[in-house]
Structures are given as structure tokens and as C-alpha cells.
């Protein structure tokens, strides 16, 4: 027997919160450019076998295909701690072996597999919130509550930061140890307490709007508090840091529980009768109406405004309309093998690889790149791309919520073209060399701009994956697409690496402007190619978003 409204609510509201705390402590490997410099000179590598070891991080989402059929058949608790258990062995291994703890020995062949076990495990966390989003909210608001989760990922390199600080003050001098602990207990101590949090299925209420007003102003006030406490001109104790942080991340708990309390109340000034009327009507949504004294509450198929919303079978329908080949059954299921034979897809995936793939890149070599400018605050560069990531991968899901709202749709692949332009620029700014404030101010505003775009994109695909191949498969489909994370991780990093040790002269260390020059021209060339494609992909697919656009 279902649960009543006032419980399915807020198992809603509280699967959105555990999903915000789960994800805002798995981007573990966007710490790594934190303690790259530390671990190169305690392990005495090359600069292109600490590149290997960031791409080994990201080699991990190779495997992320193995999540995805996890979540398929197995409960998503189960999954949850797997991904966790995944990335207690990798990180908390290396943490052993540096600090002489019970592992004394390990080969570099060792912690590079280590850190491929490590960078699964992301994906296992990943993918439960994923699923999760897509199953517990109804199509209107799936792109809100996955721009909102994944907006959290990409603070967690700023709240890793702020802890790392705070619980070890001399983190300073020795960072890898303290990121490598907390990488690999805070994602096990979150899952744990979020996992009974969590619901699978049941999307059909939509989310209240003074609910998603609230969560919005209180992802805002986190955003501008971890930007501002990013900035140097602000300083602030680790201690302070912590707290504040730990104090903004509990904050979404309380919108849950405000709608309990109100909902009570409501239904304590009403009779305890009630009637449930369902309507089903072919080839409509299902209209679910709960009646009390006469009045009717709530509606699944008309929302709050009363509009129609598109199945999604029906947006996924509109590609193969268009001769494009076909597979998916009457309920918009798209398998792997049909998906790669598409052209979209593969427009698709050069358009992310030229693009968020090399954001990622760019932040993964930020370490190394920060110290060959002579930047010694690396720890506070990090913290301000984690920051403005958070921001870009926040922001549109909470306008496409608006938009939609106005029976406004915009199309994700332009959006996405938009997007790479700027990081285009930003890398051709990293190459102009004036003085050094010049070139100081360049590099944290271009860490900025590829920041809030790299994180941009990353929220916008996810809701591209579910639009061009449906949803019924996603959680395989989307794993398919963001294996070219750690492809271009290797080709991308392989060739920063290489001009880093030709300018360095072949020694171990490169300073100055040079080192990564070529590097900037070429990913900003990649960028601008990778606009283009977003845009072939926009022309192609302009008949999915209209035809979205009339149904609304």
C-alpha cells in the first residue's frame, strides 16, 4: 500500500537531501591536484607518471558501466556500499603505505591500480544519485534535483579543503596524507547515514515550489559562502571554515522537515475521512487527486500550473522520427547497442570530450600548473574552481525549472555550445604573458571561467543523456558517455605532460610561462571544435526540443 501524501512528500524531500550529502563528498579526485605537487616529490615520479596517476582516477569511470548494471539489479543501498567500500581500499591503502602504517611497500604499478579502484568507486555513488534523481521525481523536476546533487560533487573539493585544514593543521606541509583519509572514510560515514534516506521509485508528486524556492536560496547562500570564503583577501580560520561549511550543508534538512510540520498541521485542521480519486485516461499521464472535505489536492499530470508535461517516451521517439535508427520499445527504452549506432551519440561525445574533458583535465593538472607560474596558494586556487564548478552546475537546472515553469524550453546542446566558448577563451588567456600580476590575475579567472563551465556541462548532460536516449536505461547509457573522461584524461594529460618535461629540459621540474603554453593553444583549439560539434548537435536535434516545446 502506497504511502500517504504527507510521508511520500518528505521521503521525497529527504531522498533529495541524501543525495546533496552523498554527492558533496564524492568528488574525491578533484582533491588530487591539492597534494599532486607533495606526492611527486615523497614518491619521486615524472611528471608523466603523475599524470598517469590522475588519469588513473578517471580510468576508473571505464568501469563505470559495472554500476550501472549494480543498479539495475541490485538495491540501491547495497550499491551505495559498495562504492564506498571501493574507495576505503583504494584511498585508505595509499594513506597506509605513505604513512608507514601496516603497508610499508607498494610498487607504482600498485597505487596506480589502487587509483583506478579508487576513481570506480565514484561512479558506484554516482550512479545511485543519478537513479535515484530519475526515479523519485517526475520529468519536470529531474533536471533540478540532478543540477542540484551534482552542483554539491563539485564542492567537494572546497569541503575536503576546509576539513583537511581544520582536523589536520599541519596539512599544510603534509596534504596527501589527510585528503587520502578523508577520501576514503567521509564517503563511507556519509553513506551509512544516508542510505535509509534514500527511495526508490515512486515519482509521482512533483516538488512543492516553496520547497524548491527554499532549496535554491539555500544552495545560493552555500555557493556565495564557499566562493567568498575561497577569495585570500578573506581570510578565515580552518576551525570557522569547517563549521561554517558543516552548518550550510545541513541546511537543506530543514526544508523537509518545515513541509512535515506544515503538512500536519494542515491535516489536523481537516477530517480524517478522506477519498482518493484515480483517473486514468489512455495515452495521459496518470492524474492522481486527493480529496478531503471536498477539495481537491495536488494533481501528478497538470503540476502546480495545470501544464501538460511530455512523456519522455515521446522525446525519444522524436530522434528516430527523423530516420535516425531505431530499438527503443513503446516505453522510450534505448540499449547500448542502439545508442552508439546513432550519429547523435557520437556528436555527442566528441562534443564532451573537446569540452568538459578537458575542464576536467585542466583542474586535474591545476597543482602542477599553479607552481609552474610561480602560484603558491595551490590549496586556495582549488577551493575557488570547486566553488565557481559548484555554481555552473547549479545554475541551469534551476533556469530550465523556471523556464519550463513558462512554458519555456531551451535546447540543452546549445546551451552546452555556449558553454565551450568561454573555456575556449579562458585558455587562450593562460597564454598572453605580460607582468606577473597580470598573469596572476589570468590564471584565477580563466580556473574560474573553466571551473563554472566544466561544471555547467557536466549538469546539463545529464539531463542530454535522459533526452536523446531516454531514461529507462540511463543509468548504462549515461556511464557509456562519461567514459570518455579518462580517454581524454590520457590523450589530453599525456600531452600537457609532454610539453611540461620538453620545456623543463628533460628534468623533473618546469618553471615558467612555457611550460604549459602550447598546452593552453591546443585545448583552447579543442574547445572551439568541441562548440562546433555542440552546435551540429543542436541542429539535429532542434525537432526533440520543439516538439517538448509544444507539448508544454
Not at 104 to 126: D, R
Not at 485 to 506: C, D, K, W
Request: charged residues 10%; positive net charge.
Amino acid at each position: 500500500m502506497p504511502p500517504p501524501p504527507t510521508s511520500a512528500a518528505t521521503l521525497q524531500w529527504l531522498s533529495l537531501v541524501a543525495i546533496i550529502w552523498l554527492q558533496s563528498v564524492n568528488g574525491t579526485n578533484t582533491t588530487f591536484p591539492a597534494y599532486s605537487s607533495q606526492l611527486k616529490n615523497l614518491l619521486s615520479l615524472s611528471q608523466l607518471q603523475l599524470n598517469n596517476l590522475a588519469f588513473a582516477s578517471d580510468a576508473g569511470k571505464l568501469f563505470g558501466f559495472i554500476s550501472g548494471f549494480a543498479a539495475l539489479h541490485l538495491p540501491l543501498p547495497l550499491v551505495l556500499l559498495a562504492g564506498s567500500l571501493l574507495g576505503l581500499a583504494g584511498y585508505g591503502a595509499q594513506y597506509l603505505f605513505l604513512t608507514g602504517t601496516i603497508i610499508t611497500s607498494l610498487s607504482y604499478p600498485q597505487i596506480f591500480l589502487l587509483t583506478v579502484l579508487a576513481g570506480n568507486s565514484i561512479c558506484w555513488i554516482n550512479t545511485v544519485c543519478y537513479v535515484v534523481a530519475v526515479r523519485n521525481f517526475p520529468a519536470a523536476n529531474q533536471p533540478l534535483t540532478v543540477g542540484i546533487s551534482t552542483a554539491y560533487q563539485g564542492l567537494s573539493a572546497k569541503i575536503y579543503t576546509v576539513f583537511a585544514a581544520a582536523v589536520f593543521p599541519a596539512a599544510s606541509k603534509n596534504p596527501a596524507e589527510a585528503y587520502l583519509l578523508l577520501s576514503s572514510l567521509l564517503p563511507l560515514l556519509v553513506t551509512t547515514f544516508t542510505a535509509p534516506l534514500l527511495r526508490d521509485g515512486g515519482a509521482e508528486r512533483e516538488m512543492e515550489g516553496g520547497g524548491v524556492v527554499a532549496i535554491f536560496l539555500v544552495t545560493i547562500a552555500t555557493g556565495v559562502y564557499s566562493v567568498v570564503s575561497s577569495l585570500t583577501f578573506f581570510p578565515m580560520s580552518p576551525s570557522r571554515g569547517a563549521v561554517g561549511i558543516s552548518a550550510f550543508l545541513l541546511a537543506p534538512l530543514a526544508v523537509p522537515i518545515v513541509i512535515k510540520l506544515r503538512r500536519e498541521l494542515n491535516v489536523a485542521g481537516k477530517k480524517k475521512g478522506s477519498t482518493r480519486i484515480y483517473t486514468m485516461n489512455y495515452g495521459e499521464e496518470i492524474d492522481i487527486g486527493r480529496v478531503e472535505n471536498g477539495v481537491a489536492e495536488g494533481t501528478r499530470g497538470g503540476g502546480e500550473g495545470g501544464e501538460a508535461k511530455l512523456p519522455m517516451e515521446m522525446a525519444v521517439t522524436a530522434i528516430s522520427d527523423e530516420g535516425k535508427s531505431g530499438g527503443e520499445n513503446k516505453e522510450g527504452f534505448v540499449g547500448v547497442g542502439v545508442m552508439v549506432k546513432r550519429v547523435e551519440f557520437w556528436v555527442y561525445f566528441g562534443a564532451y570530450l573537446c569540452g568538459p574533458t578537458i575542464g576536467l583535465v585542466f583542474l586535474n593538472n591545476l597543482g602542477q600548473i599553479a607552481e609552474s607560474r610561480g602560484e603558491l596558494r595551490t590549496a586556495s586556487l582549488v577551493a575557488l574552481s570547486s566553488s565557481f564548478g559548484f555554481f555552473g552546475r547549479l545554475v541551469p537546472s534551476f533556469l530550465d525549472y523556471f523556464l519550463a515553469r513558462s512554458r519555456c524550453k531551451i535546447s540543452r546542446p546549445a546551451s552546452i555550445a555556449a558553454l565551450m566558448a568561454p573555456m575556449a577563451a579562458a585558455f587562450f588567456l593562460l597564454v598572453i604573458n605580460t607582468t606577473a600580476s597580470f598573469n596572476h590575475v589570468a590564471l584565477y579567472v580563466s580556473t574560474a571561467v573553466i571551473g563554472v563551465c566544466t561544471g555547467a556541462i557536466t549538469s546539463i548532460s545529464v539531463s542530454t543523456t535522459s533526452d536523446l536516449f531516454g531514461t529507462a536505461n540511463f543509468s548504462l547509457n549515461h556511464n557509456i558517455v562519461v567514459a570518455n573522461i579518462p580517454l581524454g584524461s590520457f590523450a589530453f594529460g599525456y600531452l600537457a605532460a609532454f610539453f611540461y618535461h620538453r620545456e623543463g629540459g628533460g628534468g623533473g621540474k618546469c618553471m615558467g610561462m612555457l611550460c604549459y603554453r602550447d598546452t593552453f593553444v591546443i585545448w583552447g583549439s579543442l574547445c572551439g571544435f568541441g562548440t562546433l560539434l555542440a552546435l551540429v548537435l543542436h541542429a539535429r536535434t532542434r525537432k526533440l526540443y520543439s516538439q517538448t516545446v509544444l507539448a508544454t
